[in-house]
């Protein structure tokens, strides 16, 4: 060991030795610390080095300023463990060999091996790469090997050296039980250390991986009895600050003089950068001194990352090269992928940030190809099917356009003919109907009923709720009984006489159009003749909901039951995404506004401000107008800090007392609610306090104010859902959001709406801030769970759509021997999300 760090080791031994008085030499610790560490710099050998006497450093130079006996003993003890570990590394040679006892480097994907057969030959120039060819790149490519062990990959996760039984029975939690499991659990971070930041160079706003010494670790209570533990972290050129909330064990976890890595987002306190709850993980020396980039997994209770670490290491040392690729090689090589076991061996231990890329690249891209494949399988299944052609031309239309009170837009015409044309085809409809709030969907699934009924046949339209059947119940009476299209109502609160009629009258064709909930798809209902089923608000319906409602239809040239089908969504989603995620589905876009229908002027305040809201209901109210007030529950908790409307209106009842009020729950009767909403459309009341059971379908012109409480409690799709329950009259309309802001993202949904009323901009913005995942639902939806690929990243979604409608165009069904591994890999892909056709 250099003079310099065996004097160091000399002296904190004697500090020791003396109680940790800081008298070991003259002057103190912080003396010895400025003659010491320009030595130590000289005599520094590697990177490693030099980390360590930065950080060294630092702590000697605030030895004098810890907080006790305690807080010096770990620091001193820290350096001299550092000092161990550093004698241990370097051994007696300078510069240091190998050590054999050191974790072996990330494995090196195999490179492509000659024939047995023939020579090697000396070096030649290579030629110039076809098109066809992939590009060089620093990373050797795999040759699968002939034994190729697919089999061993479904043994279970307890093959893998180091991995006993209880170790195994924790991985359960991430529903790991096979090899092949273990290597599809992906990091779900890096830690770069070629790329560690110092201190002093930290910028605000940006996510960084720091390198420190923990100087003190603190805990203190909020006024609301919340822990905040604090650390102070440095490496020699800065201190910052470190804060968790609720964690007190930290404390014990996060010791003075020990060691970390810190990862998050830098923010800003009092000028002065500062991390937020980040995450951390105690420094490991090796990859700092090799400057790797250090997956971080997943873990769970009585799961250290050094030993996940070394578990996936042996796995994708020992696997990952066994791991079949189903891709066809020739789009592997057009969109210039990694074969498969080399995109897993490079997405755990990756040996270059390029490489890194390039494996998420290839893993994304099979996520979305594999979708788009069974998306076409499903679109080529719907279409093979005999469906039941209704003949009816436009001229049949014209007694229920004449009978409208208004002009259809341009896009209402185009959609309605587009859903003619195709309910006259042999192959049964499958169309997805999307539109912004207020762009007319109804009247549109209005006319494609009329068509049914005009061909002799029946439809359905099945809505989530209770409330929105019983609205477009009322608004296809009164539009399609004048022309002679008989309707009823089914729902589960329909009286027992009540349904055995209409049961009835379905089953001998008497009905020509019913409307309902799930109460339409009950084993009892069956229909004489139903040619047309729409769902509304589909993405609020399972599964195994929107292929019953199918299976009520008509029995077509083969036997099966295949209706036309019309869904429809008024939650917009933009178009590439689309036809992505409803591949299978024809898409048609109402995009364009009915003439008169104003912008919703909307206003975020302060709860401050509420009574600025009330002054503003009171203008509206005298001006003839009503109001709409939500809130985001029903009756108050003791675990949500939220106003509830029951106590609102009772409390409104006081603020208001000359207004008439009126009160719409989801806990309410189905006729209580029908009253309520009745009341308001016809005046008898002048402010409707709801929860979000008036989310949709609810059509008061007069109503020109809503207010929503909580605004930062609700979706920014949901947000939009409520405006639009104003503006559909002559009066110009407004929206109110009361909410303290919360979060940054309840901030940018509450700017959101303030700036925009188009509903597919807003919906972009919603599908950035809460991820597909939380935007669609993937049990709604129906689709695959996405690991590595993310729906917001456009350009791939519609790069593995071509390729896939591609091949499914050489080969449908992918029955052509070359493609089976692929097509049970779509089987495979496919399984847990059940059957949606």
Request: charged share 25%; hydrophobic share 40%; proline share 7%.
């Amino acid at each position: 060991m250099k003079r310099s760090f065996k004097r160091l080791e000399r002296v904190l031994a004697l500090e020791k030795q003396q109680g940790f008085q800081n008298k070991a030499v003259v002057g103190g610790i912080r003396q010895f610390a400025t003659y010491w560490v320009d030595k130590a710099r000289e005599e520094a050998i590697d990177e490693t080095d030099r980390a360590l006497v930065e950080q060294v450093a630092e702590v000697l130079n605030d030895y004098a300023r810890m907080p006790g006996h305690d807080a010096r003993e770990k620091a001193v003890q820290s350096i001299l463990d550092g000092l161990a570990r550093r004698e241990e590394r370097l051994g007696d040679q300078l510069p240091p060999p190998p050590s054999p006892k050191s974790p072996p480097p990330p494995p090196k994907p195999t490179a492509k091996r000659e024939p047995p057969s023939q020579k090697a030959k000396p070096a030649q120039a290579q030629p110039k790469p076809q098109p066809d060819d992939l590009p060089t790149t620093p990373e050797p490519v795999y040759e699968l090997p002939a034994d190729q062990n697919v089999a061993g990959l479904q043994q279970p996760v307890t093959a893998v050296k180091g991995v006993g039984p209880k170790l195994a029975q924790r991985l359960t939690v991430f529903d790991i039980e096979t090899i092949a499991d273990l290597l599809q659990l992906y990091p779900r971070r890096y830690d770069d250390y070629s790329l560690m930041k110092p201190i002093n160079r930290l910028q605000y706003g940006e996510q960084v991986t720091i390198i420190g010494t923990i100087w003190e670790t603190r805990a203190r209570r909020t006024r609301t009895n919340q822990v905040i533990v604090q650390s102070i972290i440095s490496d020699g050129t800065g201190k910052v600050q470190a804060t968790w909330f609720n964690q007190p064990w930290l404390v014990q976890n996060l010791p003075a003089g020990m060691q970390i890595v810190l990862s998050g987002k830098v923010d800003q306190y009092l000028g002065r950068p500062v991390f937020n709850s980040p995450e951390w993980e105690p420094l490991e020396l090796e990859p700092l001194r090799t400057r790797r980039i250090v997956p971080v997994y997943p873990l769970t209770k009585g799961l250290k990352s050094h030993k996940m670490r070394d578990v996936m290491q042996t796995a994708v040392s020992q696997w990952a090269e066994h791991i079949p690729d189903p891709l066809p090689e020739t789009i592997r090589r057009r969109q210039e992928l990694y074969n498969l076991p080399q995109a897993v061996q490079q997405i755990h231990f990756p040996d270059t940030q390029e490489a890194l890329h390039r494996a998420r690249r290839r893993l994304a891209f099979d996520e979305l190809f594999l979708l788009q494949l069974g998306m076409q399988a499903r679109r080529q299944e719907w279409h093979s099917q005999p469906g039941i052609p209704l003949n009816v031309g436009p001229d049949q239309l014209a007694p229920f356009y004449n009978s409208l009170p208004f002009s259809l837009t341009g896009a209402q015409q185009r959609v309605i003919d587009e859903i003619r044309h195709d309910m006259s085809q042999a192959q049964p409809m499958n169309r997805l109907l999307q539109g912004d709030v207020g762009a007319g969907k109804t009247i549109v699934a209005a006319a494609a009923m009329f068509v049914a009924a005009r061909a002799s046949s029946q439809a359905a339209l099945m809505a989530p709720t209770e409330i929105l059947a019983e609205q477009h119940y009322q608004g296809l009476q009164q539009l399609l009984e004048p022309l002679g299209v008989s309707t009823c109502l089914l729902t589960g609160s329909t009286a027992a006489a009540d349904k055995r009629q209409i049961y009835e009258q379905l089953a001998n064709g008497e009905i020509d159009v019913a409307i309902g909930t799930h109460a339409l798809i009950q084993e009892g209902v069956t229909f004489a003749n139903l040619t047309l089923a729409v769902i509304d608000e589909q993405h609020r319906f399972g599964v195994d909901q929107r292929g019953a409602l199918r299976l009520k239809g008509a029995a077509s040239a083969n036997g099966d039951p295949n209706p036309h089908l019309l869904v429809m969504s008024a939650t917009p989603i933009p178009r590439t995404l689309a036809l992505s995620l409803y591949g299978d589905l024809d898409l048609s876009i109402l995009d364009e506004m009915p003439p008169g229908r104003q912008e919703i002027k909307t206003y975020w305040l302060k709860s401050s401000e509420r009574e600025r809201a009330y002054q503003f209901v009171r203008r509206q109210v005298k001006e003839g107008r009503q109001a709409y007030m939500i809130y985001p529950l029903v009756e108050e908790s003791d675990k949500i800090d939220a106003k509830a409307a029951v106590e609102e209106y009772e409390r409104l009842q006081g603020v208001f007392p000359d207004l008439r009020l009126g009160l719409i729950h989801g806990r309410l009767k189905a006729d209580e609610k029908e009253a309520a909403m009745r009341s308001f459309k016809e005046r008898e009341t002048d402010i409707l306090v709801a929860t979000s059971v008036i989310e949709v379908g609810v059509d008061v012109p007069n109503s020109t104010l809503i207010i929503i409480e909580g605004a930062d409690r609700f979706g920014l799709a949901q947000l939009h859902q409520f405006r639009g329950r104003v503006g559909r009259g002559q009066h110009q309309s407004y929206c109110l959001l009361i909410a303290d802001g919360g979060s940054a993202d309840a901030e940018e949904r509450m700017r959101a709406l303030e700036q925009t009323n188009d509903g597919f901009a807003l919906a972009e913005k919603d599908l950035s801030l809460r991820g597909p995942g939380q935007f669609f639902g993937r049990q709604q939806s129906g689709l695959p769970e996405l690991r590595m690929a993310s729906l917001l990243d456009m350009a791939m979604v519609e790069l593995a759509r071509e390729e896939a409608v591609a091949l499914f165009t050489q080969d449908p069904y992918l029955q052509q021997p070359e493609h089976a591994p692929l097509r049970q890999r779509v089987e495979q892909f496919w399984a847990d999300a059940g059957d949606v056709s």
